[in-house]
């Protein structure tokens, strides 16, 4: 297994974690125990676990894309 597998194995798990902590339609906050019912925006640790989320998502692509090219590791 060379480092660019290594590499997409580990951000395939990270993005998986990051999706699994986000509750759909609530906050991060009613995952452990709150209560929102009402409309908000993301706040604090939810923002950057959103935007995270992303990020991981933009890299496990690139990550593939060179993979998968012809002549690619």
């Known amino acids: 297994m060379d480092l660019l597998q290594i590499a997409q194995i580990l951000i ?8 699994l902590l986000q509750a759909r339609g609530t906050g991060l906050s009613s995952t ?3 209560e929102s019912t009402a409309y ?28 998968a090219r012809p002549g690619g590791s």
């Open 12 to 19: 395939a798990f990270a993005v998986g974690a990051s999706i």
């Open 32 to 34: 452990f125990g709150g």
């Open 40 to 67: 908000r925006s993301r706040r604090g640790l939810e923002r950057v676990l959103f935007r995270l989320t992303i990020v991981l998502a933009t890299v496990f692509v690139i990550i593939s894309l060179i993979g």
